[in-house]
């Protein structure tokens, strides 16, 4: 029996992996930049990075997941969004940091490869890769039927940036710096568990109408991807060069995740007053009767990224921001530390 015969009868297609390296090739190379040669096939992904151009650089690397947001995926076989999670996770991260994501490295496990789907997951890496500018350089499957049941899949992803060193965020926060949110695009990649359940619970299907959206279906509304900072940050960062501090607000919300930026002697007084919480986040809390600390201890809350200015700076960066697309709310100050990190004097309308 040729070997690769009795690995199909093992439950592992080597040739369907080949024929999915195939196909993916033009998505990967949708993704070049500067410093990157995206061909696979060899060993290791090759970067470099004298050729960005810059002078005293510090890398910066990130590695997370999309979640249980890939069961939802998985039971609608809608597979062209969550790519763009898992880098948008990655990127974000990097960008707080004040870096420019440089590139991707992809891990794709499954049960049995289903080359259309794979294709499709891959493709949606690429346009986050696009989005965030930054080059998915290699990769890897892993077909084990043995760990996944048919049909399932997993997902990690690694990126690497830099920064000048010098200009290593955060840095320089004060008492009295403003604090702006980023609009989020719903709930990224965090929460999920308990959203499936709460879908579960209401006795709903993702191919209903959403509750709060009749005219698109649940799943599609929950497979929404997460938002790319990187773009539109990097320009302000580098037209104005007036940030301080940026938070990603992912898992633990808003509550957990601001404190990541700031000095152990200082805090943020928050206001969500003009802040637009999503509907479908709305209709969770009251569906799952979450108090405010809960949403805010675990939901973006409707803003996925946070930036820290001084008060001068504040319209020139936010006029940048919201030249590069995004939606900007003034949602704070900073101020000194008397006891929480974060107080949060008006909490989100539900």
């Known amino acids: 029996m040729k070997g690769s015969e009795a690995y199909r009868q093992a439950g592992v297609d080597t040739e369907a992996g080949a024929r999915l390296v195939e196909r993916i090739k033009p998505a990967v190379r949708s993704t070049a930049r500067a410093g990157s040669a995206p061909d696979l096939g060899g060993f290791g992904g090759l970067f470099d990075l004298a050729a960005c151009g810059f002078s005293d650089p510090v890398l910066v690397a990130a590695n997370d997941g999309v979640g249980t947001k890939l069961k939802i995926a998985i039971e609608t076989g809608i597979h062209d969004t969550v790519g763009i999670d898992l880098v948008a996770m990655c990127a974000n991260d990097l960008v707080v940091q004040g870096a420019e994501p440089l590139f991707f490295l992809d891990y794709f496990a499954t049960g049995g490869l289903d080359e259309g789907v794979a294709a499709e997951v891959i493709e949606g890496i690429a346009a986050g890769c696009r989005e965030a500018g930054c080059a998915l350089i290699g990769g890897e499957t892993a077909e084990m039927p043995s760990l996944y049941a048919d049909g399932e899949y997993d997902l ?195």
């Open 156 to 350: 990690a992803g690694f990126g690497v940036g830099a920064v000048e060193r010098g200009a290593v965020l955060p840095k320089d926060v004060q008492d009295g710096d403003v604090v702006l949110g980023l609009a989020a695009s719903g709930f990224h990649s965090n929460g999920y568990s308990l959203i499936r359940k709460v879908v579960a619970d209401q006795g709903l299907s993702y191919s209903d109408p959403a509750p709060f959206d009749p005219g698109r279906t649940l799943g599609e509304v929950l497979l929404t991807p997460t938002q790319i900072y990187v773009k539109s940050v990097l320009a302000a960062q580098r037209e104005t060069g007036a940030l301080k501090a940026l938070a990603h607000i992912t898992g633990g919300g808003p509550l957990e995740n601001i404190p990541r930026a700031l000095p152990d002697d200082l805090a943020v007084n928050l206001d969500f007053t003009d802040v637009s919480v999503p509907p479908e986040m709305r209709w969770l809390a009251k569906a799952a009767e979450l108090s405010t600390h809960d949403l805010l201890a675990t939901f973006n809350c409707g803003i996925g990224m946070v930036c820290i200015v001084s008060p001068e700076q504040e319209r020139s960066v936010s006029e940048t921001l919201r030249s590069g697309g995004e939606t900007v709310f003034r949602i704070g100050t900073v101020s000194s530390r008397q006891n929480d990190p974060v107080v949060v004097t008006r909490p989100p309308s539900l």
